[in-house]
């Protein structure tokens, strides 16, 4: 396994809710990393990519402390532009989400709660892009 699938969250009940749920799925095609803070995940990527692991997708929460969810994508995929993303949260409007797609190169919106289902098909799209 070469590839990462990061989820970057404050809420240690949701990391652990998806570290169960993408394990299920992913566990032998790909890592799944874990970090609570904006800088924590770069971080995780950085140490990642110097033992040859690149980062493939990334789960961020949008509402963090330190540097919000829609910033830290932005700086994200500025930095590292082939990381898919996706934001989770249920803070989110309709209208301000999509104004966030357009400006952030984010992929998808996913609400919380969700369900296994659609998190595990929402990822398995980004992995195929």
Aim: a negative charge.
């Amino acid at each position: 396994m070469n590839t990462a699938i990061l989820c970057v969250d404050d809420d240690k009940q949701v990391l652990n809710s998806l570290r169960i749920q993408l394990s299920r799925h992913f566990s032998e095609k790909h890592h799944a990393e874990f970090a609570q803070d904006a800088f924590e995940a770069f971080e995780v990527i950085d140490d990642l990519t110097k033992i040859g692991v690149v980062t493939v997708v990334v789960i961020s929460d949008w509402i963090m402390p330190g540097m919000n969810g829609d910033e830290f994508l932005r700086k994200l995929s500025a930095k590292h532009p082939a990381i898919r993303t996706m934001m989770l949260t249920g803070q989110i409007s309709g209208e301000e989400g999509e104004r966030f797609l357009k400006s952030n190169g984010t992929s998808v919106i996913m609400d919380k709660p969700w369900t296994e289902t659609e998190l595990i098909t929402t990822v398995q799209k980004l992995l195929d892009q």
